[in-house]
């Protein structure tokens, strides 16, 4: 990806308006100060340079540096109520982006918490939709991203969870009739399923052998994408440290995922620029 100047904002921009449906005005009541596709630019441009932690960061950014670009900016509680419906179009943006012809993916999964385990009983938030997980870190109380990417750490699929879903239940969510081989780890190597998905998509299921069990036959070919199977994990700790795809900050189930996919387009967007 070449740098990014400030000025590229307006091809961001550019591709945005042509790419979105034009929105409809509204029957009743003042028309957005800001157009759909000029806070989308907003939220995407922010992906790709700064990672924000919040909208709250993001509008008192956009305000002091792009006032030029955004001279007529609405009030805060307006930015984030035109943000919160704007997430379907950002979901569809995202879909459109990820690498649905990927024939090699690498798949894991990935923690979410919304707060400490020992606060969750006060959570109120997510109350109803979140849930208690654990994996090798210990307990969570949160979501679960289950994630494949392609050989270029490019997002394949996405799929969300309570954080109490296991990884071999959503398998069949993450390939499709393209992909031809799926690298996991032990979570992915149940039978029943790599059956399911070779008689369904000819996929190959790829994962290191169980605790339990003393032996198991692997190619040379097979042993070397075993090996670079922790490309994901490096994916999933870019999201987390320089993206900050963890967060306790949103007041909604809606704002939470507003948070997450906001995240992962910004990420998307700069694996295929």
Known sequence: ???????????IYVWVDDLV???QRPLGGRPPVLRDSELLTILIWDGLT?????LSAIYTWIER????YFPKMPKYQNFVEHCHRLLPVLVWLLQSLLAHDAPLRFADSTMLPVCKPIRADRHKVAKGVAQFGKNWQGWHYGFKLHTAIDHNNRLAALVFTPANEHDNQVM???VNDQTRVLV???HYGGSIMRKRLWKKDKTIVIAPPHHTQKKKIAADWQMLLLHMRPKIEATFGKLKEQHFLVTSFPRSVRGYFLHYVRILL???????S
């Open 50 to 54: 700064e990672h924000h932690k919040n």
């Open 65 to 68: 540096e792009y006032g030029d």
């Open 21 to 23: 449906p034009r929105q």
């Open 184 to 186: 996991g780890d032990s």
């Open 266 to 272: 910004g990420y998307q967007m700069g694996m295929v």
């Open 172 to 174: 069949e969510q993450l």
């Open 1 to 11: 990806m070449r740098e990014l100047q400030k000025h590229h904002i307006v091809d």
